[in-house]
């Protein structure tokens, strides 16, 4: 069951206090333990944090590429009540920085929750809702999406989105939203121990309710990720193609591809073709002399005789090498680039995250490489 706790998270009584010669503020923290018998709290520094074994197990390190495991991290109102608790002492533990409160009368480790990033956040934001949701709510659109650990970009994830098949309308409550709709147990899957919509309709859910360039960063994601085919995506739309708002879908169809391995890949390409640009080729390979693979380059426009590389942060962690400073990354990433120049003739174009938000510019100079490189390349 989605909702069923560990048999371990439980809070130990007041097992200690706060030495009030390592922290200010530790007296008034040492008060409120007493006033709610917390677990054990020590002193970090200034700031009080919980230190019992109930949350243990969840990496600190945040932005891997492997999910963080959020089973039985939330506990309801209901079972602090049973314990013994108060509605006093939950307020208390609260403001203590011991609990936070994820929505109403549910409530998870603030330590554990302060190292999440905004997708695992909604993950755990998700689980909340289960908690207390209707036996028959799915997780969909969005929500099955970061689920998955697709790649979510500039959609609203304040807001758990469910769908229901009790017959119930649908509505907008308290962070939820909960969409009613023909939902077969053949369109759910169970990932992560939760009941999710498959792949190729929470595609399809994502397009109605998302801009088109946001929605080609999840469909691309999970195309990339193998969750489904191309020809299981133009399926779904066919199928779904009387739903509201899908009547972009046949653009995201268009653009989607399994060769985009990042949010950033995905922009661009989106970029490209929404600014008329050429259609430039993804991950091309660039082999030495000797026919061995030398590099993969993240576009190129092979008659014009330009490739263009996306420079961010995620792929300055991706590709450094242990020990390796920025410095050395970068310099090692001139000498690829000034490599793969001689081995083609080809010419650069880099580009960035603020490049992005500014499309018109960026595809002016793009375009301005493209037609100087016509007549060296016989394009």
């Known amino acids: 069951m989605p909702g069923r706790l560990r048999a371990s998270l439980k ?94 009368g549910a409530y998870v480790d603030k330590e554990l929750w302060d190292r999440l990033s905004a997708a695992d956040r909604h993950r755990v934001l998700s689980r909340a ?47 939820v939203v909960h969409h009613v709709g023909d939902l077969d147990e053949a369109d759910v899957e169970i990932i992560n121990g939760l009941r999710v919509t498959r792949a190729p309709r929470c595609a399809v859910e994502v397009i109605a309710t998302s801009t088109t360039e946001a929605a080609l960063v999840v469909v691309n994601g999970m195309l990339n990720s193998r969750m489904m085919t191309g020809r299981e995506l133009m399926s779904a739309v066919r199928e779904m193609k009387h739903w509201p708002y899908t009547l972009t879908a046949h653009r995201v169809t268009a653009l989607a591809s399994d060769q985009m391995e990042s949010v950033a890949e995905t922009r661009t390409l989106f970029m490209c073709c929404q600014q008329g640009l050429p259609r430039p080729e993804p991950q091309v390979v660039v082999r030495d002399e000797w026919g061995d693979v030398f590099a993969r380059v993240d576009f190129a426009w092979i008659t014009h005789g330009v490739f263009l590389e996306f420079d961010g942060r995620i792929k300055y962690e991706r590709f450094r090498r242990d020990g390796e400073t920025l410095e050395e990354f970068l310099m090692r990433e001139k000498k690829r680039e000034e490599r793969i120049c001689q081995l083609t003739g080809w010419v650069c174009i880099r580009i960035g995250w603020a490049d992005l938000e500014r499309p018109a510019a960026t595809a002016r100079r793009i375009r301005g490489v493209l037609d100087s490189r016509r007549g060296a390349m016989g394009a």
Request: charged letters at 25%; a positive charge.
């Open 129 to 175: 809702v289960l908690r207390t949701a209707h036996p028959s709510s799915v997780l969909s659109h969005v929500s099955a999406a970061v689920e998955r650990g697709v790649p979510v970009w500039n959609i609203d994830l304040d807001q758990v989105h469910t769908t229901r098949t009790d017959g119930q309308s649908s509505r907008r409550e308290a962070g």
């Open 11 to 104: 809070f130990p009584r007041l097992a200690g206090e706060i030495p009030t010669s390592r922290c200010k503020q530790a007296p008034r923290s040492r008060q409120l333990a007493q006033e709610v018998a917390v677990p054990r709290l020590v002193s970090t520094g200034c700031r009080a944090a919980v230190s019992t074994s109930a949350w243990r197990g969840h990496p600190r390190a945040m932005g891997t590429d492997q999910q963080v495991d959020l089973q039985g991290v939330i506990r309801l109102r209901r079972e602090f009540i049973a314990e013994g608790y108060t509605d006093y002492q939950l307020s208390r533990l609260v403001m203590a920085g011991v609990l936070h409160r994820v929505r109403h």
